[in-house]
């Protein structure tokens, strides 16, 4: 009864902890380096440490200041964990979000709480604009099964389906090319995503932490790719036998060109842009994060509504 007693009696001084007055001072820009007036900075953290897997779900409170015409906003809170999240928004500007921020701490003598070595710390946070967003095709985590375990089949980014006979695609704007092998100890696949008619794209890296992670604008003059391989092999017997190649991790995307129009010259009269955002996967299914689709002809515009 007395070991129970003194159990549950370390895990509430764990549990309680002790709240630490803290401060973060924010300083808001915009991508090119001027402050950002009025912005609405959030901060939320626990309330308390009820934050172990068999207790109630963790309290949270958020504290919320402005940022002056310097771009500086300054918020004192109180923290048990010393992690904490912040928010900002302003008007013209996308909004950004910051995970996991924490003030260094240590464990205590007894290993029943935290001592906190910093109360005070520094941010800045860029805030990308608002410029000209535009009607785009949108569809958000597509998974789209192969019609087979092999073949060649044509996928119609502006619906998000298969072509005839699979699906109700119209334009075959890529072709993916896909060998699915299952044996009793595991499964490899391999084959590629190519683009047709003289279509194509280019990889680029996501913007970190920020709700707008693209460039605004395609670029016409760059250097489209054809064909994007891919293969990926899972032994079941041992989970880390597991190797694959994608056409785009999680902090990647595609930006693409697609029912190109050509002059007799070899010119490009028209063209339909657009980007998929990763983590573009093809084991057993053609799934992305996001596909987004300019149906306006010869408009590189990226920003959608």
Known sequence: ???????????????????????????????????VTNAVVKTTTERDRLNISWT??????????SSGNDGRAISDFTCHSGYFEVEVSADGFYPERLRDQYFATRLNSSNTGQIFEEHEKELTITLRRIIKPVDMVMHRFLDKTFPRRSGKFGFDLERCDW????????????????????????????????????????????QKG????????????????????????????????????????????????TRVV??????IVSANYGKIYGAIRTVGFFGATAIYFNPTPNDTNLEAK
């Open 1 to 35: 009864m007395m070991k129970m007693l003194l159990t549950i009696g370390l895990a509430m001084s764990v549990l309680v902890g002790k709240a630490e007055s803290v401060k973060v001072v924010y300083h808001i820009l915009s991508e090119d380096g001027n402050p």
């Open 56 to 65: 109630k779900p963790i309290k949270m409170k958020t504290w919320t200041v």
């Open 163 to 206: 072509i005839a006979p699979f699906g109700a695609g119209k334009v075959a704007d890529i072709t993916l090319a896909y060998n699915l092998v299952v044996t009793n100890g595991g499964e490899s696949c391999s084959g590629s995503l190519c683009f047709n008619d003289s279509g194509g794209a280019y990889k680029l890296k996501k």
């Open 210 to 257: 920020t709700s707008f992670v693209s460039v605004y604008e395609a670029d016409s003059n760059a250097n489209y790719r054809t064909e994007f391989p891919f293969s990926s092999y899972c032994n079941y017997k041992d989970s880390a036998d597991y190797g694959a190649v994608r056409v785009a991790g999680d902090d990647e995307y595609l930006v693409f060109r």
């Open 262 to 267: 050509k002059d007799d010259n070899g010119n």
